[in-house]
């Protein structure tokens, strides 16, 4: 899983280079995220444990790839609430320099008790894990338009069921219902809300985080426009399971979310507009992008090009490809894989849920969940299976173009 060719030897050269994070092991890791840190290094963080939300031991991870390195560094803690589940980490670098890692503490063992938090960190360029500054909660308070708007988009009648897919419509009614009732819970509007994508810095003034629940099965944008003293809720975007949403921003200032699809088929990545920054957002609708209701991401690349590293199947995530779009998402024009395999063979590892950056190098760095499956699985001292671990990608654009032929 070495490079194909150096970054060094040419800027326009095509080059690939992969390797695990650390060895494929029982526990699970997933959801991770990619910074580059201001000195160069590369921080990847994840969420670790004997489970998800069931497991009380989960807590949040990390780990260093010094600039220059070979490889990456060892692993340490990044946060854990004793007790409790500590998942769906996310990281972004502000404006002043500091270092933000934000997670959700699982308070009832189910994902919509999560409570949002997160620490900031001015020394996490040394040794080891950041040093944290502060650590606060993101309490999110919805404004009074929130129960309305689900209510618009949730009303039960003929016009409504007649749109969703026929295996949908039978338990639509008692579905649209129960999120008709939640949304007008001041409790359940307020919690339950989790991170997946990099958080996004707006012309260095506004910070925009974005959430979703899987209690309403839809997404929300926290903002702030004083680096948290004080955090704002935009409109929900209301939709049948558009949910960890990633943001992009076209030229003339239009914000688009692309989300992940866990509603019913087709199953396509969903999008939405926003013309003001983030606070009102377009009717959520499908794209003709492929999703198996898995995580992705996208990224504006500094010549204006998007990249989007998802899952390309409407089933199955033993593919994940990377997509460059020179007109703003209105086709991708150049596709690779980062992996694939035979859906059909139980030895066919799986990939999901893409981080992806841009260095300053221009170079683009993505790190994954990466699962063995099958024959490739090895037991451990205790007979423990050895399947999970973090993946970790470096590539540019000029490689992506080349497509799958290339070398």
């Known amino acids: ?29 997933h959801g991770s995220c990619i910074v580059e840190c201001p000195n160069g290094d590369l921080l990847v963080c994840w969420y670790n444990g004997s489970g998800e939300r069931r497991a009380d031991d989960v807590k949040v991870e990390g780990a260093r790839k010094r600039k220059g390195a070979k490889r990456w560094g060892p692993r340490f803690l990044m946060a854990d609430t ?66 309305d708007i689900v209510a618009k988009h949730c009303d039960v009648d003929e016009a409504n069921i007649s749109k969703l897919p026929p295996e949908f419509r039978a338990r639509a009614p008692a579905y649209l219902a129960e999120r008709r009732k939640n949304a007008a819970d001041k409790y ?10 990099h958080p996004f810095v707006l012309d260095g003034k506004r910070l925009i985080v974005p959430l979703y629940s899987d209690g309403f099965d839809f997404s929300i944008m926290a903002i702030t426009d004083d680096w948290g003293a004080t ?10 399971g558009g949910v960890q949403p990633s943001l992009v921003r076209k030229k003339d200032g239009t914000l688009v979310a692309y989300m992940r699809d866990n509603g019913p ?9 926003s013309p003001d920054n983030g606070m009102t957002w377009s ?48 086709t991708w024009k150049w596709t690779r894989h980062l992996e694939y395999g035979d859906p059909n063979s139980p030895d066919t590892s ?45 590539f540019n654009e000029e490689w992506v173009r080349q497509g799958d032929g290339g070398s």
Not at 231 to 240: D, E, H, R
């Open 265 to 273: 088929p087709p199953k396509r990545l969903l999008m939405s507009t």
């Open 350 to 394: 799986h990939a999901s849920y893409p981080s992806i950056i841009q260095a300053k190098d221009g170079t683009l760095h993505v790190s994954y969940s990466y699962t063995l499956n099958g024959r490739n699985v090895k037991t451990d001292a205790q007979g423990r299976p050895m399947r999970s671990c973090i993946k970790y990608a470096h």
């Open 188 to 197: 359940f509007s307020r919690m339950g809300w989790m991170t997946r994508a």
């Open 283 to 330: 009717p959520v609708v499908d794209t003709d992008i492929p999703n198996p209701g898995s995580g992705a991401e996208v990224l504006r690349l500094r010549n204006g090009h998007w990249a989007l590293v998802y899952n390309d199947t409407e089933r199955g995530r033993h593919s994940l490809a990377i997509s460059i779009s020179d007109d703003e998402g209105k």
């Open 231 to 240: 955090w704002t809720a935009s409109q929900p975007l209301v939709s049948l």
């Open 82 to 147: 004793p007790g409790f589940p500590d998942t769906n980490p996310c990281m972004v670098i502000d404006p002043r320099g500091r270092l933000w890692l934000i997670w959700q503490a699982i308070i009832a063992n189910e994902w919509h008790t999560a409570l949002c938090r997160y620490k900031i960190s001015s020394s996490y360029q040394g040794s080891g894990a950041p040093q944290w500054d502060t650590s606060e909660v993101l309490i999110l308070k919805p404004g009074p338009e929130f129960a």
């Open 1 to 29: 899983m070495g490079a194909r060719t150096s970054p060094s030897q040419s800027r326009a050269a095509p080059f690939y280079e992969a390797e695990l994070i650390f060895p494929p092991e029982h526990w699970h890791n």
